[in-house]
């Protein structure tokens, strides 16, 4: 098997939990998504990953490593998957439009905060999350975790604005992939 020499980099980004994507503010990212991307390597990636148990996994513009879970694992990752619902509630209030390529400051966010009672609401819902008080202190805290998560990248450092990645669509499949019956619709709270 004859492997891209990139091989070692795509891992250390991936183990990681990160995304590559087709859209990242960082060069090297970008050149990583094209190197898979590039003839048959996405299959020849995806075999030499599996040897070491690691399942290498195409998004929509983006790649990521999964794992065979066990049970507690999966418990863990459906708390995750709690907390970025809400998140992505919070952002798709903010905007609707807010999905990957999208551009934004904490600051339009604190600004919109102040004139929109539901945003205002649903930052309290995710206090939780972010373990802060202040509104600024807890947009400055969500931010952070959707760049440490790989699903934004800061964009413009004197503007202190900050780039929405193609990883972001993960986020919204895996949102659109939950079916809630018509029955049991009408036992959730809203």
Known sequence: MNVPKQTS?????????QFICS??????????FEVIEED??????????????????????YY???????????????????R??????F???????????YSFTAHDILVRLKVDAVLKSKLDGLKKWSNTEAYQDSINEIIKMLCKDGFAEPENEILKSFKVL?????????????????????????
């Open 84 to 89: 970025w619902i809400d998140i992505i509630d």
């Open 166 to 190: 193609s990883s972001f669509r993960y986020l919204e499949n895996l949102i659109d992939s939950i079916h809630i019956p018509e029955e049991v619709q009408s036992e959730i709270p809203e």
């Open 9 to 17: 980099d795509i891992y250390e980004i991936l183990n990681k939990g």
């Open 23 to 32: 859209n990242s503010t960082h060069l090297q990212v970008r050149k990583l």
């Open 64 to 82: 990521y490593f999964s794992r065979i879970e066990s049970k507690v694992d999966l418990e863990r990752k459906l708390e995750n998957a709690f």
């Open 91 to 101: 952002f798709k209030t903010y905007d609707n439009a807010f999905t990957s390529g």
């Open 40 to 61: 048959d390597n996405y299959d020849i990636l995806c075999q030499y990953f599996f040897q070491i148990k690691l399942i290498l996994e195409k998004g929509d513009e």
